[in-house]
């Protein structure tokens, strides 16, 4: 079935007046007709079915969902180009629940406030038709660029997993079955500067490693949420 993304502020009733993007999206991009269905989803777990009526969505029953049992923040440094984008959209397909943009140290990227907007803007965007298309009801998070203070606030109750290429006796996929509330930590291309491993160690995380490979950043944070799922079962 075909999927649109909704917000929930636009969700107000039975009969929902879409927007002239919606209306594009539907009618040129997708050619779909007055009285043919569609599914509608909020971002936040509600799947609706719809029927296209003119410039009018008529939302049907609430679609069944299942509530996903693991809950990970992906924390990634800022990586240069394209490759951001890219970790946001595979990152949403794999089940992240909310990615947070780091400014780490060693990041070639470095943003200002305007801009930081501006770019999560976009990857939220990103997430959104990354969602529509893997299936989810739900939108993972995705913040402005975040600062090592801002993540070690955001840890909580929850299993704080520094990767670390150097870390050769704990691996990841042995540390992550030991909560399905995660906050998985990755660096940028030349790592955590010691500083910052230094941190987070003593905010709570534990250092982790993924075996002997080099992996590029963009891959590291996808392989490690993919191990993580199949650790608790949700993959493979």
Request: some cysteine.
């Amino acid at each position: 079935m075909k999927r649109l993304y909704v917000p929930p502020e636009q969700l107000r009733g039975a009969l929902v007046r879409m927007t002239e993007a919606q209306r594009h999206y539907l009618r040129n991009v997708l050619r779909l007709e007055d009285g043919e269905t569609l599914e509608v989803f909020d971002g936040r777990g509600g799947s609706y079915q719809a029927a296209l009526e003119g410039e009018w969505l008529q939302l049907g029953e609430k679609l069944p969902t299942i509530a996903a049992p693991l809950d990970v923040i992906l924390v990634q440094a800022l990586a240069k180009g394209e490759k951001m984008d890219l970790i946001v959209q595979k990152a949403t397909e794999l089940g992240a629940s909310q990615i947070v943009p780091l400014i780490a140290e060693r990041a070639v990227v470095r943003v200002v406030a305007e801009r930081g907007a501006s770019k999560a803007e976009r990857w939220r965007r990103i997430a959104q038709e990354a969602a529509r298309q893997c299936g989810r009801a739900d939108v993972p998070q995705v913040d402005e660029p975040s600062t090592w203070d801002e993540v070690l606030a955001l840890l909580g109750d929850r299993l704080g997993l520094l990767l670390d290429p150097e870390e050769r006796w704990l691996r990841l996929g042995q540390a992550a079955g030991g909560s399905p509330r995660i906050l998985l930590a990755v660096g940028p291309e030349g790592g955590f500067s010691a500083q910052e491993r230094e941190a987070a160690l003593r905010g709570g995380f534990m250092s982790v490693g993924m075996g002997q490979r080099v992996l590029r950043t963009e891959t590291a944070g996808l392989i490690a949420l993919a191990i993580v799922q199949h650790v608790h079962g949700e993959l493979g």
